[in-house]
């Protein structure tokens, strides 16, 4: 059996996806157990999981081999909140687990997945730390409503090129991982194949679409002010501020060949990426009219 949090997350669910096409038993495991069910039908079973609530660990952990584990983005807290869930999963034998960490993290020790990572290493559990670079889908989720009512990407990344990943292939590589031997104590650091400037993925995202999609390349205090306009809560903000400042000063633009040694394929490319999403940033009728 292999257990899977953040189920209905991004990585989670395509992580989910890929060992359903593997056929092999799988256990997911989220807050909303019936939206699991929902989402994932009959094959594959569904379990309540909620890292501040202890009492949901041993059900979720019984008879699983190994698990894939997230930290959700509102836990900061992991001594608290996550790691009883690994100390639980040892307790119960799960044999290996795979954590979706941070690219950059073995240099980066504030960070909760530094912690994560360590505290993982200090019990003893075999792992696979999967380290990926900056999700593509971030476009179709975080800045999804800029894109598609005002046909713009509002960031404070300047001239600074990305390596973007699709969660799909972070998955793919999490499905490897858990369902085939030869990955235990291993850390990958996963990105796309190419680093692109958002305005590159601004002119791929117009050739894609067919409207033109702006960059504003604002500075960080245009970013900041547009986004306390916008209701963000400050400390999504602030780590969305320190990501695009990373991009900002050429740190996040470094590729990997590793999805390519790992799955034997290429990454998916951003236009790949942006034609599959194309829904995502369709006007709605009420948006269209907004604009
Ligand atoms: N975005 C990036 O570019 C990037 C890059 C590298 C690494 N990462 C890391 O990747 C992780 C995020 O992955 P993701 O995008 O797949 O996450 P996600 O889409 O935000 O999914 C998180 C899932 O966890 C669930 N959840 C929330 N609170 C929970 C709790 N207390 N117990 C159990 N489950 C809970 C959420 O449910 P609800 O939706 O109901 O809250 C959701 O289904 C973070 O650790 C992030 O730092 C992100």
Redesign the pocket.
């Known amino acids: 059996m292999l257990l899977v949090?953040?189920?209905?997350?991004?990585?989670?669910a395509e992580v989910v996806m890929a060992l359903q096409r593997r056929g092999v038993a799988v256990r997911a495991a989220?807050?909303?157990a019936a939206a699991i069910q929902q989402r994932f039908g009959p094959t594959v079973e569904a379990v309540p999981?909620?890292?501040?609530q202890p009492e949901t660990f041993a059900p979720a952990f019984a008879g699983v081999e190994r698990m894939f584990l997230?930290?959700?983005?509102?836990?900061s807290d992991v001594k608290r909140?996550i790691f009883p869930a690994i100390d639980a999963a040892q307790r119960a034998g799960v044999q290996q687990v795979v954590f979706?960490?941070?690219?950059g993290v073995e240099k980066n020790h504030i960070v909760p997945?530094y912690k994560v990572e360590q505290h993982i290493l200090s019990v003893g559990m075999p792992y696979t730390f999967l380290r990926?670079?900056?999700?593509m889908q971030?476009l179709s989720t975080t800045h999804r409503a800029e894109i598609r009512d005002r046909n713009e990407i509002f960031v404070p990344a300047g001239r600074g090129a990305t390596s973007f990943i699709d969660?799909r292939d972070i998955a793919a590589v999490g499905a490897l991982a858990m369902a085939e031997n030869g990955h235990a104590n291993q850390a990958y650091a996963l990105t796309g194949s190419e680093a692109l400037t958002y305005s590159q993925v601004a002119t791929q995202l117009s050739e894609v679409l067919g409207r033109t999609i702006t960059y504003r390349k604002p500075g960080l205090l245009r970013f900041l002010l547009r986004q306390r306009a916008q209701g963000t809560p400050l400390a999504f903000t602030l780590v969305m501020a320190g990501i695009y400042t990373t991009a900002r000063l050429g740190l996040a633009g470094g590729v990997t060949a590793e999805v390519q040694r790992l799955l034997g394929r290429p990454p998916i490319t951003f236009r790949q990426f942006a034609k599959d999403f194309q829904a995502s940033w369709q006007p709605t009728t009420r948006s269209a009219l907004a604009v």
């Not at 979706?100 to 690219?103: T, W």
């Not at 990926?132 to 999700?135: A, E, L, Q, R, T």
Request: proline share 9%; no cysteine.
């Open positions: 949090t953040g189920a209905l997350g991004n990585v989670g989220d807050v909303n999981f909620d890292f501040a997230m930290r959700p983005p509102a836990i909140f979706l960490s941070l690219i997945h990926p670079s900056f999700f971030n969660v």
